[in-house]
């Protein structure tokens, strides 16, 4: 058993994903509170280098071949042997396509309790996570003996886990990596071609509202008339209504806009961290208690459909 | 092919939402609960896998109010067999829910188990991963396409920014289903009434709940909200005018 903090680091294709550095600085935090070090786990093949900029008190870096790509079965696996060896107090993992992958398996492999979806810490230790849409808190005591966490961002900031001075590093085997029933096959780029939607400044959002697909049409004629281009949060994407080269979100798209124009829009935590870089975010929602009046500017209660096509008219009046 | 979906009930986020007396949980005395979109995706999935390369679909869903409309909207929609678990499930964790589903779906032996990646209200990690421990097998998540061949499962995950990891699997698994590779079909009400008058819903109890390994709750509560938009109020036209000024002055217009 020991007080440590370990944060397990997402990365991607060289690259370490921004949750890993929040986490990071959430340890810290976390640490004033509890104690104990901050310890961040690197999972890899050769991956050493990852480990430069994280902030923390020291690595501990699991290299072999299995671990060269992220999948759910050699990542568990590696995590399993270490978490039941070392014992830390709070073992960090980001709710993400990486960590919601493996820490239901490790909770219930382990023995061990898991809270998801948690936004910050309290100054005492208790975990506040977000659920509901980001509609409803939870807060509760960090169980015993080893927490699982899963974190979502929001509330720290990834600049705070950057370090210019490398930690140490401390190399570990890792036995059992055999028998693996889950393997990459092959990476699949984004289909090029369309509009880069991180680089416009002008965004017409749409979402759930906008009803039904033919409605798309009344975002375009907006977009067409402002010189903006029309993009959508998931449900809209999975029906086929819009490209999937226009999702805004958790699992699309980080956009940082002039204005985003949200249009029924209820600004779940999986859509609202992907627009909060936007200088200026305009909500249109009937729903007055929706999360995203919460990170935009300007807001309306006044239904889009009844809205739109005035709006339409007098941007076109504006422009001559 | 012996496909099996888990589908749960979530809080639906339109309603307005409470929290009971004690303050540590969402009231749920008046609270409409909806299917989990991503499991209505996984039961879409899983009809296609189905009407691609044939076998049987079984849906697992356990016992909430409106849970028998769901499952026959599920059999008109092409699945094979309906099991609803009885039990408390209304209060029960994603940890106790996979425990009592693992029960259930190991008896099915199935090759491939579909739930969705997420939902509303998981405070105790997503389902899927879990069921899957208890099972036995491996899980991937985030996956919108699936492809069966050679005793192998081939899952396209999603990661940010549209990148996707073909990810193969070993059969049986368990994959998290973020979106079927076509949105779920539409079936009338009259065809689920007339579903209704065939199908049977098989009942299986649930052994006792056990919850252990999610986390407890010491207080719940709707968050404060740290800033709030300045709302723009009047008839339309009033607000697309202000709306017009505004983007103006960022210089839009």
Redesign the interface.
């Known amino acids: 058993m020991s007080q440590d903090i370990f944060v397990v680091v997402e990365h ?2 060289g690259q370490v994903a921004d949750i890993s550095y929040l986490m990071l600085a959430a340890a810290r935090e976390l640490s004033k509170g509890i104690g104990g070090n901050v310890v961040a786990v690197l999972l890899g093949h050769k991956a050493e280098g990852l480990a430069g900029s994280l902030a923390a008190d020291q690595v501990l870096y699991l290299d072999h071949p299995a671990l060269a ?5 050699a990542y568990q696996k590696a995590l399993s042997g270490l978490i039941g060896e070392k014992q830390p107090r709070v073992v960090l993992l980001g709710s993400t ?1 990486i960590g ?6 490790l ?3 382990l ?7 948690c936004r910050s810490f309290s100054a005492d230790g ?2 506040v ?13 960090l ?1 015993s003996p080893t ?1 699982l966490v ?1 974190m979502v961002p929001g509330g720290y900031k990834p600049e705070a886990g950057q370090s210019a001075q490398a930690p140490a590093l401390t190399r570990l085997e890792v036995a059992g990596l055999d028998a693996l ?11 090029a071609g369309d509009v880069d939607i991180s680089k416009e ?2 965004l017409i959002a749409v979402g759930r509202g906008i009803q039904q697909q033919d409605n798309i049409q009344l975002a375009e004629d907006l977009a067409q008339a ?2 903006g281009v029309v993009c959508g949060s ?2 809209v ?4 209504w819009l490209a ?2 226009r ?1 805004v979100g ?5 956009v940082k806009p ?2 985003y124009l949200a249009m029924g829009i ?1 600004g ?1 935590p999986e859509h609202a961290e992907a627009i909060t870089d936007s ?5 249109i929602n009937t ?1 007055p ?1 929706a999360p995203i ?11 889009l459909f ?2 739109i096509d ?2 339409i ?3 076109k009046a ?2 001559g | 092919m012996n496909i099996v979906v888990l589908m749960k009930l979530v809080p639906d986020l339109v309603e307005e939402l409470s929290i009971d007396p004690s303050g540590t949980a969402l009231d749920m005395s008046w609270l409409r609960l909806i299917i989990n979109e991503f499991d209505d995706h996984a039961s879409e999935e899983a009809i296609l896998l189905k009407e691609r390369g044939g076998g049987q679909v079984t849906v697992v869903a356990p016992e909430y109010d409106g849970v028998d409309e769901v499952l026959f909207t599920s059999a008109a929609r092409g699945a094979d067999r309906l099991i609803k678990i009885a039990g408390d499930f209304v209060t029960a964790n994603n940890h106790a829910l996979a425990r009592a589903s693992a029960a259930v779906i190991k008896e099915l032996q199935p090759d491939l188990v579909l739930t969705g990646v997420q939902a509303n209200n998981d405070l105790d990690g997503p389902v899927g991963p879990t069921l899957a421990e208890c099972l036995g097998m491996p899980y991937v998540g985030y996956v919108s396409g699936v492809t069966v061949k050679d005793g192998k499962v081939t899952a396209r995950k999603e990661y940010p920014g549209g990148l996707i990891a073909e990810m193969e699997v070993t059969l049986p698994a368990v994959l998290g289903i973020q979106a079927a590779e076509q949105p779920p079909r539409y079936v009338a009400v009259s065809k689920v009434r007339m579903v209704m008058k065939t199908a049977t819903i098989e009942v299986r109890a649930a052994e006792a709940l056990d919850p252990s390994g999610g986390p407890a709750v010491g207080r719940m509560f709707q968050p404060e909200a740290a800033a709030h938009a300045e709302m723009i109020t009047g008839s339309p036209d009033e607000v697309a005018d202000k709306l017009v000024s505004i983007f103006k002055e960022v210089g839009l217009l």
């Open positions: 991607l294709r790509e992220f999948t759910s079965d396509t919601s992958d493996v820490a239901g398996g909770s219930i492999q023995g061990l309790p898991l809270a998801s979806s208790k975990f996570s977000q659920i509901c849409g980001g509609k409803i808190m939870a807060e509760g005591d169980p927490a899963t029933r889950v393997s990459l096959a092959k990476y699949i780029e984004p289909e400044p002008l402002m010189g998931r449900p994407i999975d029906q086929g999937t080269s999702l958790k699992s699309g798209k980080h002039k204005v209820s779940a200088d200026m975010i305009i909500a729903d208690k009046f919460e990170i935009a500017k300007y807001g309306t209660e006044t239904d009844d809205l005035p709006l008219e007098k941007v504006a422009k």
